[in-house]
């Protein structure tokens, strides 16, 4: 199977297990989720042949739900880009929006399953990444709690803001599979009980997509309206309305460290990408061997050869960020706004229930406009970004579409551990 | 310093350590691989963690932590309420994520002290910090050296064994210290039980060597920080024993004391010290500052530690069970230092002295077993499967079943170089003390068949008695106690 908007970078199926609540479902996984004895590339020339000898936590999990896996879905290189253009396997379409990007990085995932090619699909969000090309592609995606999902076996970018999250048409299904893949895990330390957070039904997702928002309390960070396009910010009423229409209120919130989130994101991602790639020096990775000079110019050479441009330009940034004489001046800096962006967003989420904003500030943009300019690529991310930075789990549901039939997300944020909370608001618009 | 001619008497050097230690965990410090390597295949004790496969992510083996909070204790270090690891980045080949995972701002020991005698005296050196980390894999460059070498290999058995460095303040005076220091390090180590020195990589000693002005130097040995950021340094690399750090220092010591005396200026630089040679070697590195850009490792949450010094028990260390052994089994200085030694050779001590007498336990475990095993170059652990071999001895000395004389002479001797069990070589060499009766018998027949002795020993010659002794000793193979033979021919022949 392959697609002609280049959803997938292998179609490899994987069987799962005979039984389970997936058996009869297909679920894609992004191209950055090791599978045993299928070759994991993370977009990236450097692991074109690279096949892993083990399967991440994420894809046992699902083989033991009996899901087939149909393929590994293509995405931005190492997950280092919001449009799935920067993939050393070429750029997927957008299904729905054809001359469009899907999004990224996971946009292989959110094509195929807004094209029916797969069920479900597994993303990896890092500062948006499922949930940017949920809302290009109008489908939903689930960002979870830090510390909800396993990353063992998920290749790195920046590993203290990332999550694997479920793709999928509707909330419940969503639910569904986030039900699955949730849940401690022995080989990834970070990963915490939910229960102990949230009492015994803490993983019931499926049981809390039931579309009651009456009374449900909506907090509008106002901040990220602001630089927003006009056409997305119009869905974005109409959904807020709608949800108004069944029980749900809202008020308006001022969170002034929202405007520094993109800086401080991309600070901490670049430089925990420059240590996270390291390892790809040529020796098992990539080209080895056959160049000149010592070790030290070998491994060079090698990452020279083996890295797209984006990559390069985000190791490069990050291991400025982190070097003797910058470190104070951009990670430090970049970690003491992350603890206010963390603390400012939690207070507001005790005053409200959800926050709400849209997913993205644009609607999808024209294939190859966003790789001339960087910095409007970063900030498409500006919505998404300080739900990373807080460890808090986010939604984008389908809102409507714009007046160019774009397809507009709703991203809705909740407490930590409040999938629940995020699931059945979803739930009442997917 | 500056570059004139110095008198060599008025240098004085001064030396700061980071001794690398592996920790003896059953597993790796990130991973369930096994550290028993041994001399195994290369590659066979990995998994995704240690190899550093994309994806991979550590697991704190609290073993490891676990044995470090023991070290701290051990040279009474703060232990703080939280411990957290960090990245340190830079490029080798060993390394699996050219990154190694070690501590940075919150080390598990902070602010630690260890005393040792050096020469008699008794000093202390401050330890600064003491962390762990992982250790990188190893590699066997074909043909050459790194930057030489036809190709090189990498073995990652080794990658991921807990490694704890341990850093101390620029408190030495003297290589000499130097050794005995590591000596001391060493034995704490095993006395906790964490450290197996037989381990081909267990130590690895970096020494900062810097030569100042003797008048720097405080009556309590302190020096001036600022004087020591003025003195240019050398950091010597590659040292891994207590003898090769007295060595390389004393080398390095020379070689920067006649530079100074030439009125040379000492280059600040990397040197290795290599050891076939005696030599330390400039490694010709660029001596720029490294940047190793450390940042928090996520992957790993932060440790609450706050209890754990209560929590974990040490055993006696070495210095408090000296002074025990000193006034309860009443030993002098020099077998008390010698049956603690190791903590091994302390412990089958007390089992022996507990089973008999104390002094007969460490005249055997002190004096003949330790000096056998020297002579033969063996240490203890080599004959620690047959402690109960060595106590069967001491039995049969001790209920007097054979002489002591054959008992150190053959028994023990053949023991250790044959193997054999001390019952089985006293049956084969006919060890066993004669009993009384055939002693008896043994002298009634000398007597009747010597009649001319036993006349003459009537007629008062002296020689006569010694002859008869030397019949019945012959008799007995040798087995019977010659005074007793002596007196027994008497009491027969006056009888």
Known sequence: MSTEYNGYITTERIEGATDGPLVDATVAVKDNISTEGVRTTCGSAMLEDYVPPYDATVVERLKAAGATIPGKTNMDEFGMGTTTETSAFGPTENPVAEGHVPGGSSGGSAAVVAAGDADMALGTDTGGSVRAPAAFCGVVGIKPTYGLVSRYGVVAYANSLEQVGPIAPTVEEAAQLLEVIAGPDPSDATVRDATEERGADAYDYTGAADGDVDGLDIGIPMELLDGADEQVTEVFWDAIDDLEAQGASYHEVDLECLRYAVEAYYVTAMSEASSNLARFDGVRYGQSGGYDGNW????????????????????????????????????????????????????????????????????????????????????????????????????????????????????????????KEIIRAGSALA | MTAQAVETEDLATVIGLEVHVQLETDTKIFCSCSTDVGDDEPNTHTCPVCLGLPGALPVLNEGAVEAAVKVGKAIDATIPEETTFHRKNYYYPDLPKNFQITQYGAPICQEGELEFSVEGERRAVDVRRAHLEEDPGSLQHKGGSIDTADYTLVDYNRAGTPLMEIVTKPDFRAPSEVRAFLAKLTEVLEYLGIFDATRDGS????????????????????????????????????ISSHKGAEKALAYEETRQKNAIQRGRVVEQETRHWDESKGVTLSMRSKEEEKDYRYFREADLPVLRVSDWKERIDIPELPDARRERFRTEYGLDDESADKLTSTKEV????????????????????????????????????????RFDEIERLVELVATDEITTKNARETVLREMLDDG??????????????????????????????NPDAVEDYHDGEGGAINFLVGQVMQKTGGSADPGDVNQLLRDELEG
Do not use: C
Request: charged share 30%; net charge negative.
């Open chain 2, 420 to 449: 054999d069990s001390p019952d089985d070589i006293v049956e084969r060499e006919g060890l066993g003390k004669t009993s009384g009766d055939e002693i008896q018998s043994a002298v009634v027949e000398a007597i009747d068949e």
């Open chain 1, 296 to 419: 030290n110019e070998t491994f060079a050479r090698a990452r020279e050869e083996g890295f797209g441009e984006e990559v390069k330009s985000r190791i490069l940034l990050g291991t400025y960020a982190l070097s003797a004489g910058y470190h104070d001046k951009y990670y430090k800096k970049a970690q003491d706004a992350r603890a206010w962006i963390k603390r400012d967003i939690n207070d507001a989420l005790d005053d409200a229930d959800v926050l709400a904003s849209p997913t993205m500030p644009v609607p999808p943009m024209e294939m190859g406009e966003s790789l001339e300019d960087p910095l409007k690529m970063y900030l498409a991310d500006a919505n998404t970004t300080p739900v990373n930075l807080a460890n808090l789990p986010a939604i984008s549901v389908p809102a409507g579409e714009t007046g160019d039939g774009l397809p507009v997300g709703l991203q809705l944020v909740g407490p930590a551990f409040g999938e």
């Open chain 2, 346 to 385: 302390a412990d089958f001590f007390e089992d022996v002295a507990e089973q008999f007498d104390p002094g007969l336990a460490a005249t055997w475990v002190a004096d003949e077993l330790l000096g056998e095993l020297n002579y033969r170059d063996m240490q203890i652990a080599d004959v620690s499967g």
């Open chain 2, 203 to 238: 130590l690895r000693v970096d020494a900062n060597l810097s030569i100042v002005d003797g008048s720097e130097v405080a009556e309590d040995g302190a020096v001036d920080r600022d004087v020591l950021e003025d003195a240019n340094r050398t950091e010597v690399k590659n």
